[in-house]
């Protein structure tokens, strides 16, 4: 069973929806006794950084999650929910992440200057430090939906896979048993049902 967290923010009915497609249970919780229960957690986000950090940290379960973490549970941040993995963003002011992947999230208008921002549509996955376990069952230059103005940078040790808009734009980023997609999974067709479906396989204590 996978745990999405319910914090208020992020399209949670789409995500279970994705995961039924293929054929697994999705919940979603404000529970840290059902994180607990979950074989594995997903961390979802749309909108504004600032809000859904405050969002997530007024739901008292950022301590449920980090210690799910700590048990090796495979976690994965969707969109915002990425970008609140990072040490710190700065969309409209300077404000902390979780601090679980070192790097920063800054505005994708600082490294593009002649293509529309937000980042919205699909785009090709270029594999990095080799094809991480999250994409077995996609190819290197399959494509999926990205909706975005801000992007994760210097965390090139922990990303996995980049796309290009104007310059290298991290799609998504890895550590043990954490990782994140800038993209969108569930609005990524059958793309995004093979990378849910492989996060799937991920067992609690595994290393990726």
């Known amino acids: 069973m996978t745990a999405i967290i319910d914090y208020g923010v992020g399209n949670l009915f789409s995500l279970v929806s994705s995961f039924e497609k293929i054929g697994e249970k999705a919940v979603i919780t404000a529970d840290p006794a059902v994180l607990e229960q979950a074989e594995r957690i997903i961390l979802p986000g749309v909108g504004a950084f600032k809000d859904a950090a405050d969002k997530l940290n007024a739901s008292g379960l950022v301590p449920a999650l980090f210690a799910q973490i700590e048990k090796g549970k ?24 979780l601090g679980l992947i070192s790097g920063e999230i800054r505005p994708i208008a600082d490294r593009v200057s002649d293509l529309k921002i937000p980042h919205m549509g699909w785009n090709a996955l270029t594999f ?24 994760a940078v210097n965390c090139e040790t922990d990303r996995i896979a980049w796309s290009e808009y ?7 980023v890895a550590k043990g048993n954490v990782m994140g997609c800038q993209f969108h999974p569930e609005k990524s067709g059958d793309v995004g049902l093979a990378i849910l479906r492989a996060f799937c396989e991920m067992k609690e204590g595994s290393t990726c």
Not at 76 to 96: A, N, P, R, T, V
Not at 166 to 172: E, H, L, P, Q
């Open 128 to 151: 990095e430090h080799g094809k991480h376990p999250l994409f077995n069952y996609i190819n290197e230059g399959d494509c999926v939906y990205f909706v975005h103005s801000f992007c």
């Open 74 to 97: 495979p976690v994965m941040g969707i969109c915002l929910g990425m970008q609140l993995l990072f040490d710190k963003s700065f969309e409209y002011g300077e404000h902390d992440g």
């Open 166 to 172: 104007g310059a290298d734009i991290t799609a998504a």
